[in-house]
């Protein structure tokens, strides 16, 4: 794709990822976190990304946050291409476009959760009489109304991590990336806090992208999308269920777990059949 055209899909998504490639050089070798990612998200969708370890997640998110830049590929938000921000302009997207909450949290200790949510504030100016009142809505929305003037010391795991939500939606940002938000939490406390972050992405209608191993938690998602060394494996949809995407090559990704199934080793053989494409396993050529 040549660096002045646009995908069509920039003007109906508000996030488009084409040809995503990182690699990482540790000394002598090379580690490939993502070979060749492509996908779209809507404004105001809620995007699971589950995978094991080392499958990629955290870099994705790490690139769509412009916290690092890929070894080639774009990324477009809001039809800009942030692949090509320079830091001045990666960290003012950081501010006021897109929000951050991972795994053990973002909230200074020394802090009450009000003030926490009130400090990303600053970086625009003096806290004013509508930051503070946005603040508390906010705190109050996630359940915490009772909790503002106590310190993350003296809060519980689930409360300490809707603040550090709070804190990722102060100057609100259209967008919150979240890396293994409930990582560190029990099963009944995580889905309270996902509850909590699925109901402000319908009411203030931002969009969401969560990564996470834990298939539970990647079902508060509209979608689920499957990453496995590095590469999209598939994807789940709540209505259409098991999906895939061909890219603009003609590839087709087939999920491990339904290779396994109808017994694909390396070779299948394409039938079509009234419209319908039969993907038929067969042991070689």
């Known amino acids: 794709m040549s660096l002045d055209k646009l995908p069509p899909e920039v003007e109906t998504h508000q996030i488009v990822i084409r040809d995503l490639i990182k690699v990482y050089r540790r000394g002598l070798e090379e580690v490939i976190a993502l070979r060749g990612v492509n996908f779209e998200v809507k404004e105001g969708e809620f995007l699971s990304i589950v995978g094991p370890s080392g499958s990629g997640k955290t870099t994705l998110v790490r690139l769509i946050g412009a916290l690092d830049k890929p070894t080639a590929g774009r990324i477009f938000v809001n039809k800009r291409d942030i692949t090509r921000l320079t830091e001045a302009q990666a960290i003012a997207y950081r501010r006021s476009v897109v929000g951050f909450v991972w795994q053990f949290g973002n909230l200074i200790e020394t802090l009450t959760a009000l003030q926490n949510v009130l400090l990303p504030m600053q970086a625009y100016g003096k806290i004013t009489k509508e930051k503070k009142e946005w603040a508390i809505t906010l705190l109050t929305n996630l359940g915490l109304?009772?909790?503002?003037?106590?310190?993350?010391?003296?809060?519980?795991?689930?409360?300490?991590?809707?603040?550090?939500?709070?804190?990722?939606?102060?100057?609100?940002?259209?967008?919150?990336?979240?890396?293994?938000?409930?990582?560190?939490?029990?099963?009944?406390?995580?889905?309270?806090?996902?509850?909590?972050?699925?109901?402000?992405?319908?009411?203030?209608?931002?969009?969401?992208?969560?990564?996470?191993?834990?298939?539970?938690?990647?079902?508060?998602?509209?979608?689920?999308?499957?990453?496995?060394?590095?590469?999209?494996?598939?994807?789940a949809h709540k209505i259409l269920g098991e999906i895939a995407e061909v890219d603009e090559f003609g590839r087709l990704v087939i999920p491990e777990h339904i290779r396994k199934l109808v017994g694909i080793k390396k070779v299948v053989q394409l039938l079509v059949k009234e419209g319908t494409l039969i993907v038929k396993p067969i042991e070689s050529e």
């Not at 402000?200 to 499957?226: C, F, M, S």
């Open 145 to 235: 109304e009772k909790r503002m003037n106590h310190k993350p010391t003296e809060l519980s795991g689930g409360e300490a991590q809707r603040v550090a939500i709070a804190v990722a939606l102060a100057n609100k940002p259209k967008i919150l990336l979240g890396d293994e938000i409930t990582g560190e939490l029990d099963s009944e406390t995580g889905a309270e806090v996902m509850s909590y972050l699925k109901q402000l992405q319908r009411d203030l209608k931002i969009t969401v992208i969560a990564v996470t191993h834990n298939l539970e938690v990647a079902k508060y998602g509209d979608r689920i999308l499957r990453l496995r060394d590095g590469v999209i494996e598939g994807y």
